[in-house]
T-cell receptor
């Protein structure tokens, strides 16, 4: 079982809908990242969280450290939001600190 | 200027060949990474270097050899390419490897081994 689980794997929405993508993890972490991978393949970091909530434009990310859970919300979704959204947790290990990735959520927003 | 640049963007080659992928960052970061994204789009770390020193070598075959001539460059050399090496390889960098800082990714190199 992957240390980082995302749901749903695929999500189709109509323009304007409120979208939630969930991420659960089973290991101790020092930070959690949300990444966006565009259809062209490029990866962009959206948020880095270690507690609470962050907001950037129409995107909101929350994390509950006790429950080992994070959510990414998109308000007033738009077709340009169509992408793969990836949750990644940052762990400090003796073998080297690193990001461990979820399998991604493919979001398609239809006009 | 692109913050993290990888070359080439596409690489098509025959089994058994040796190839290299180059990565450069102009962000002044101390830590650089190589990730592999398989056909299912799953990302996994391969290597991490901090200021030219190897930090992570994640169960990657010996055919893969990273080289960091300075902290702004981390190149990936692959010997005796196999079909299973076909994937997209991403380079990334971050300022502080211990704090989990935001990582900046290159555009990726799509490797196809025929």
């Amino acid at each position: 079982k992957n240390e980082v689980e995302q749901s749903p794997q695929n999500l189709t929405a109509q323009e304007g809908e409120f979208i939630t993508i969930n991420c659960s993890y089973s290991v101790g972490i020092s930070a959690l990242h949300w990444l966006q991978q565009h259809p062209g393949g490029g990866i962009v970091s959206l948020f880095m969280l270690s507690s609470g909530k962050k907001k950037h434009g129409r995107l909101i990310a929350t994390i509950n450290i006790q429950e080992k859970h994070s959510s990414l919300h998109i308000t007033a979704s738009h077709p340009r939001d169509s992408a793969v959204y990836i949750c990644a947790v940052f762990q400090s290990k003796t073998s080297g600190s690193r990001l461990t990735f979820g399998e991604g959520t493919q979001l398609t927003v239809n006009p | 200027d692109t913050a993290v640049s990888q070359t080439p963007k596409y690489l098509v080659t025959q089994m058994g060949n040796d190839k290299s992928i180059k990565c450069e960052q102009n962000l002044g970061h101390d830590t650089m990474y190589w990730y592999k994204q398989d056909s299912k789009k799953f990302l996994k770390i391969m290597f991490s270097y901090n200021n030219k020193e190897l930090i992570i070598n994640e169960t990657v075959p010996n055919r893969f050899s990273p080289k960091s001539p300075d902290k702004a460059h981390l190149n990936l050399h692959i010997n005796s390419l196999e079909l299973g090496d076909s994937a997209v390889y991403f380079c990334a960098s971050s300022q502080d490897r211990l704090k989990g800082d935001i990582q900046y990714f290159g555009a990726g190199t799509r490797l196809s081994v025929l």
